[in-house]
């Protein structure tokens, strides 16, 4: 068999019935969500910008539509947990700060990144990216939790608020 044929690159799935079964492109995808959520386990250390943005890259890339997420961290920035709190359209998801403190005081956390993905591919923030970060910002102080980074996800690229001196 030719190595070039989609045959011999071709990944494989367990399907229900305990046979291996040709992936599908979701199948993959999903796959590969598995195994970042593996790699960054609790107790994982988001000790750097590109540690975060190469989580939510790996989190958030290839959705089709906006999911706003958090990776609620421990005081020395350890994962507690990941959840993806919000899903929206193509171009937005509404985000309820109250939402987000909830879940903040239920995994009892000391400060939480916050990331979303852009489906059209780019990674420039809106003006209503920069809004909630900011109001995020100012809800999370009031229970001691600092927002530490807001990442956006476009595509395979990634850029974090903080850089940019917006968090």
Known sequence: MDKNTPEH????VRSTTRRYKVA???EIVEAARAVVGQRMSRGAS????KTAKDFFRDKLSGIQREVFAAAFLDSRHRLIE???LFQGTIDGAEVHPREVVRQAIQTNC???I???NHPSGSVEP???DRAVTAQLKQVLSLVDVRLLDHIIVGGHQTMALAERGWV
């Open 24 to 26: 599908s492109g979701d």
């Open 9 to 12: 690159l071709s990944l494989y």
């Open 46 to 49: 988001f000790t750097d910008p």
């Open 82 to 84: 990941y959840a993806e």
């Open 126 to 128: 809106s003006a209503a």
């Open 110 to 112: 000391a400060a939480i």
């Open 114 to 116: 916050i990331g979303h």
